[in-house]
């Protein structure tokens, strides 16, 4: 059965990597425009995230703007955002319930193999949100990679991964790793000390040793 020690680096881990999700989620650096081989040069950087879109100036001067309706977006930006958020929700879950299985707390009971259980499904939980959050982000990365080197793109209009690409991997990396330490946790039933022997031979044993037989 798993530690005390070894529960709480799962947990951390896992909180750590669903924060860094949350601000990846957030932010509007998903990719940023590629100016690569175009000899014009420009003072205007654009980027685009999972809600909204900006445009940052030389001078420093930042431009944001909402997307107007969700329904324009194309469908690779769509399941990112539904997994990103589903990805988040589930975390929740995955922590409270993490949280009533952890030897470290009083949640749950006092029974050690329900808690081990419980601690055991909420590193599932966490699995399968960092699972999510991976297949979001590995999905909009291809969305860019493809875009950058379909010949019928115009330059000016190539994008490259931004901050929020390379946040999300890290991120649902972490819960990955966290929510496995805790799937660690799976009870065991407690075997005997003297292997080979039945649980009732101590006096038998015992007994052989003086020498003596018993009809």
């Given at each position: 059965?798993?530690?005390?020690?070894?529960?709480?680096?799962?947990?951390?881990?896992?909180?750590?990597?669903?924060?860094?999700?949350?601000?990846?989620?957030i932010m509007?650096?998903?990719?940023?425009?590629?100016?690569?081989?175009?000899?014009?040069?420009?003072?205007?950087?654009?980027?685009?995230?999972?809600?909204?879109?900006?445009?940052?100036?030389?001078?420093?001067?930042?431009?944001?703007?909402v997307?107007?309706?969700?329904?324009?977006?194309?469908?690779?930006?769509?399941?990112?955002?539904?997994?990103?958020?589903?990805?988040?929700?589930?975390?929740?879950?995955?922590?409270?319930?993490?949280?009533?299985?952890?030897?470290?707390?009083?949640c749950?009971?006092?029974?050690?193999?329900?808690?081990?259980?419980?601690?055991?499904?909420?590193?599932?939980?966490?699995?399968?949100?960092?699972?999510?959050?991976?297949?979001?982000?590995?999905?909009?990365?291809?969305?860019?990679?493809?875009?950058?080197?379909?010949?019928?793109?115009?330059?000016?209009t190539?994008?490259?991964?931004?901050?929020?690409?390379?946040?999300?991997?890290?991120?649902?990396?972490?819960?990955?790793?966290?929510?496995?330490?805790?799937?660690?946790?799976?009870?065991?039933?407690?075997?005997?000390?003297?292997?080979?022997?039945?649980?009732?031979?101590?006096?038998?044993?015992?007994?052989?040793?003086?020498?003596?037989?018993?009809?």
């Open positions: 059965m798993a530690n005390s020690g070894l529960q709480i680096l799962g947990f951390l881990m896992a909180l750590i990597g669903w924060i860094g999700l949350i601000a990846a989620t509007p650096q998903w990719r940023m425009s590629s100016y690569a081989g175009d000899s014009i040069i420009t003072a205007v950087a654009i980027y685009q995230g999972l809600w909204m879109s900006c445009a940052t100036q030389s001078t420093g001067q930042i431009q944001c703007k997307y107007d309706s969700m329904l324009q977006l194309d469908a690779a930006l769509q399941a990112t955002r539904a997994l990103m958020v589903l990805s988040l929700v589930v975390g929740i879950f995955g922590m409270a319930i993490s949280a009533m299985g952890m030897k470290c707390t009083k749950g009971g006092d029974d050690a193999v329900k808690k081990a259980r419980i601690a055991m499904t909420g590193g599932f939980v966490f699995l399968l949100a960092g699972l999510a959050a991976l297949i979001a982000c590995s999905w909009y990365g291809n969305q860019i990679i493809r875009d950058f080197y379909n010949p019928l793109t115009p330059i000016n190539k994008y490259e991964f931004g901050a929020g690409v390379f946040l999300g991997w890290a991120g649902s990396l972490l819960v990955i790793l966290g929510g496995a330490l805790l799937s660690c946790s799976c009870p065991r039933r407690n075997s005997y000390k003297n292997k080979g022997y039945p649980k009732g031979g101590g006096a038998r044993t015992k007994a052989s040793s003086t020498g003596k037989d018993y009809v």
